[in-house]
């Protein structure tokens, strides 16, 4: 067996690169001499252009004429048929006679699948049968959660089938509650609505026309109260939020929707009387009357005080003293206090600001008039960011507890627009359920992510290192700060807070230097701007020379240099593979043994081939082990004169045929591509932009690379089977599911 294997082995064919050039030498065809079908074609697209309806016909007759004739000798027909008959479709005025025409020359078959499937679009582009496709997936989706709300409880209980009545009444309630707050004219039937409409305006005398008025008016009210609802929604919430103008104006939309509506009177009164209290505790904050017995304040140190306050070198707590000094007004003890704990701030005495403020703060607002605003002080994040970091601390292992505890219950029972005691009510027994499941969440919680809360701790802790750096707590926010970055594996920003730590050993940084280095090195990979590519790789070799990740950047840097161009539109294997048209004689003009699958006389690699600017392209070939994986062997040609304008059409020309036969492979926008082709098509590609902005950088990749041998595909059934289960609150079902119909590309438009 072992021979057997050497022998195989021995008898492989080894990889090499191929001999001479990869590209072939450019190809002269023979002009063509135009015949029947081409002057016929040539008059019927002139009399098209011209709007000229008889001489089109003619044309269009003698284009038949010659298919039947070459048809009876047995010979090929033109093609050019249907094409033909679409253009002279396309003259007519009316969409809808358009549209009967291209139902009738998509009944006769024998079509060009592309022309066919941009034929089977524009027939789908008439307002009614829009409309009607609006509706039906409305009732769809209505049907569809009747039935999920019944089979997905019942399949969930596979291993619990006594809490199967509870959970198929919790199903019926939350599908009633959903029912009843739904919009009076859901998404898919505003979007028929405005079909309809557009129908009724492009067609007003047509015969549908009078009984689908009707149906305009009864949804036109439903759209009423629909925008009515939101207003008054989006209303309440931003009154609850404080947010007292935004409510009022919600509100008075709202009126002007549906007059004397209750529930917005009721809004706009709510907004009203708060915002007339708002404004009268604005005036009355302007208003301030020293308190009683308080004897006025001499100029003079007032004056000291203002100037002081104001002057970036002022010496405030010098100036305080005047509050406290001989001759002072008396009863200014906590004015002074608070002026001495601002200028502690400003000298960065953390430990004098805070004592201070924290004693004023203690203060009750009777007996002083700076305690709120000393509560104030200790509660912005800015001024205090010790207690910001804390209180964040406290709300993160707070909220950690509370998810290991209840797990999707952690922050309340699930939102249904009922009272508190009511959801929780609802939600009881799936919350005990999940209660008992917390051994499995204690497993999980070394892998769980950090929530918000620790985030914004690690914010608290970089502004306070900004504010003192050399504070009482910075080594222990360092050492925190240090954690957290590890723990999500920001290994820069962990390398950044160990710099600053003098008890991080030679051995621990040159670590987080080497992950730091691979990690920005990732980043760099990922820069699709070749301008910020190279400049990230120049700071990587800059900043970790001694680091593999620092070595490879510099190489890296290097390759770029070496291989600048003005543009990178890479064609990869795959996607040349099965376009062959393009690497033909007539497109890229290839040697037919690159890909013909054998490495012994020469193969592409994977990547394809780029163009590069100009006429030049670099293919890129399999190394001479013949092994894919490793990295290609670059050569660099230049197309013959002509093949580039002719190549970047016939590949914009495939893409849109491609999009046309199959959904899974749209025309992806990109700017600098279309410019680059723009300019190769008017014989302009010589001439380079320079700016970094203007490179063209995109990849043409092949339906197997992006979707593997076997690509998913929609199953026309509108059910699919759902395996569900979860260690949280121990649950498996199984059951089916109807799925929704899929949203229209337009469908933000009604949102």
């Not at 260690?727 to 949203?743: I, N, Q």
Request: glycine residues 8%.
């Amino acid at each position: 067996m072992l021979a057997l294997a050497a022998a195989l082995l021995a008898c492989r064919t080894p990889g090499a690169l191929p001999l001479g050039r990869a590209l072939e030498p450019d190809l002269r065809f023979a002009p063509l001499v135009p015949d029947a079908a081409d002057h016929a074609a040539a008059d019927l697209a002139t009399a098209a252009l011209a709007r000229d309806a008889a001489a089109a016909a003619g044309a269009l007759g003698r284009l038949r004429a010659i298919d039947r004739a070459l048809g009876a000798f047995g010979d090929g027909r033109t093609g050019l048929g249907p094409a033909a008959e679409d253009l002279v479709n396309a003259t007519l005025d009316d969409p809808r006679r358009y549209r009967e025409a291209t139902h009738a020359l998509l009944r006769e078959g024998a079509i060009d699948p592309a022309l066919e499937a941009r034929l089977e679009q524009s027939e789908q582009d008439d307002p009614l049968v829009l409309a009607a496709a609006r509706v039906r997936d409305a009732r769809q989706l209505d049907l569809g959660r009747a039935f999920n709300a019944l089979a997905e409880p019942l399949g969930q209980s596979i291993l619990s089938v006594s809490l199967a009545p509870y959970r198929l009444g919790r199903s019926a309630l939350e599908y009633a509650l959903a029912y009843y707050d739904r919009d009076p004219l859901p998404l898919q039937r505003r979007q028929a609505l405005a079909h309809w409409k557009e129908f009724l305006a492009r067609h007003p005398d047509a015969a549908e026309a009078e009984p689908l008025r009707e149906e305009v008016d009864d949804a036109q009210v439903l759209l009423i109260f629909t925008l009515r609802n939101r207003a008054l929604v989006a209303g309440e919430q931003a009154l609850a939020r404080g947010e007292i103008d935004l409510a009022l104006l919600l509100a008075e939309r709202a009126l002007r929707l549906v007059p004397e509506d209750r529930r917005a009177v009721r809004l706009r009164g709510e907004a009203a009387e708060a915002l007339r209290d708002l404004r009268a505790r604005r005036r009355a904050s302007l208003l301030a009357a020293p308190p009683e017995g308080l004897a006025p304040l001499p100029a003079a140190p007032l004056r000291e005080i203002l100037v002081a306050l104001l002057d970036p070198a002022g010496d405030v707590a010098e100036a305080a003293r005047a509050l406290e000094g001989p001759g002072a007004a008396a009863g200014l003890g906590d004015e002074a206090l608070f002026l001495a704990a601002l200028a502690a701030g400003e000298d960065h005495d953390e430990t004098g600001s805070l004592a201070e403020l924290e004693e004023l703060a203690e203060q009750s607002d009777a007996r002083s008039n700076m305690a709120r605003h000393a509560r104030a002080l200790l509660g912005d994040p800015g001024a205090n960011p010790w207690g910001a970091f804390r209180r964040a601390l406290w709300r993160h292992r707070l909220d950690r507890a509370r998810w290991i505890l209840f797990g999707p219950f952690a922050g309340g029972p699930r939102e249904r627009g009922l009272p508190a005691p009511l959801e929780w009510l609802i939600d009881l027994p799936a919350a005990a359920q999940a209660f008992v499941a917390t051994p499995f969440r204690l497993v999980q919680l070394p892998f769980a992510r950090d929530l918000p809360a620790a985030r914004g701790a690690a914010v608290h802790a970089r502004r306070y290192l900004a504010r003192w750096p050399g504070g009482e707590r910075a080594a222990e926010l360092r050492e925190w700060l240090q954690g957290f970055e590890e723990g999500r594996e920001n290994w820069i920003g962990a390398l950044d807070v160990a710099r600053a730590r003098p008890e991080v050993g030679a051995e621990e940084r040159a670590r987080l230097e080497s992950a730091a280095a691979t990690q920005s090195l990732e980043v760099a990979r990922r820069e699709e701007n070749r301008a910020l590519r190279l400049a990230h790789y120049q700071r990587i070799a800059l900043d970790y020379p001694e680091t593999p990740a620092g070595r490879l950047a510099a190489e890296r840097a290097r390759d770029e240099l070496e291989r600048a161009s003005a543009h990178y539109v890479r064609l990869s294997r795959g996607f040349l593979l099965e376009n062959p048209e393009l690497w033909g004689p007539r497109g890229l003009g290839l040697r037919p043994e690159l890909l013909d699958g054998n490495p012994g006389n020469g193969e592409l690699h994977p990547d394809g081939v780029a163009l590069l600017g100009g006429r030049s392209v670099e293919l890129h070939l399999l190394p001479p082990g013949g092994d894919e994986e490793a990295p290609a062997e670059r050569v660099r040609e230049a197309l013959p004169e002509g093949r580039l304008a002719r190549l970047v059409s016939q590949l914009e020309e495939t893409s849109f045929r491609n999009s046309l036969l199959d959904a899974d492979d749209p025309v992806l926008p990109d700017a600098q591509r279309d410019v680059f082709f723009e300019r190769a098509r008017l014989g302009l590609a010589e001439e380079a932009d320079p700016r970094p902005l203007a490179e063209a950088v995109f990849t043409y990749r092949g339906l197997r690379e992006r979707y593997g041998m076997v690509r998913a595909r929609d199953s026309i059934l509108p059910f699919e089977l759902v395996l569900q289960g979860s260690l949280t609150d121990l649950s498996l079902g199984a059951f089916p599911r109807m799925k929704p119909p899929r949203t229209t590309p337009d469908a933000f438009l009604f949102r």
